[in-house]
């Protein structure tokens, strides 16, 4: 989680890019992993547990659901694949500002506020392959860098809440 820097990327190294757009006064966020030449399993691992989770968790979201069971179902697959779950970044609302209410965090959590129909929210899991603490680099107070070094991975996509179920609001292709 970070702002680009001078470091070349290089075989083996994966990346998050998070996309962020403002039209007419609205907001749109969504991110995805790619791999940069050959990887690791234990990045294809993350990489691909993450992804796995956040269409699981997209694939529950309708009216009437609890908040708490994204964070349940992302913890649930993470666990199975022996990752940790980060738990100091969230998903959240997003509308006219980037950030707004509600927050949709995607470890297990007790938010028992329902899902109601006209709902932007972003899910975006964060798994690490060690422990879920990190480290905020000082100098730009913004990159976060896994205090064990091990890989970690993000997928965001924006969504709505429909009557029925839900639209993803920023489509990408795998």
């Not at 994204?70 to 694949?81: D, L």
């Not at 949709?104 to 109601?116: D, G, M, S, Y």
Request: with cysteine; aromatic share 4%; net charge negative.
């Amino acid at each position: 989680h970070g702002i680009p820097n001078d470091r070349p990327l290089q075989e083996g190294d994966i990346l998050n890019i998070d996309y962020v757009c403002s039209l007419n006064g609205f907001f749109g966020d969504c991110s995805k992993m790619v791999a940069i030449g050959k990887i690791s399993e234990e990045k294809k691992r993350v990489m691909d547990t993450c992804l796995e989770a956040l269409l699981a968790a997209i694939a529950i979201v309708k009216p009437g659901i609890p908040i708490s069971l994204i964070g349940e179902t992302i913890t649930e697959i993470a666990e199975r694949k022996k990752l940790s779950v980060v738990e100091d970044f969230v998903g959240h609302g997003v509308g006219m500002a980037m950030h707004e209410n509600p927050q949709v965090p995607h470890c297990r959590n007790k938010i028992a506020t329902q899902l109601i129909p006209g709902m932007i929210f972003t899910i975006e899991p964060m798994l690490n392959v060690g422990v879920i603490d990190g480290i905020i680099d000082p100098t730009d107070g913004w990159t976060v860098r896994t205090v064990d070094g091990k890989p970690s991975a993000q997928w965001e996509q924006q969504l709505l809440v429909t009557e029925s179920g839900h639209e993803i609001l920023t489509p990408w292709k795998l």
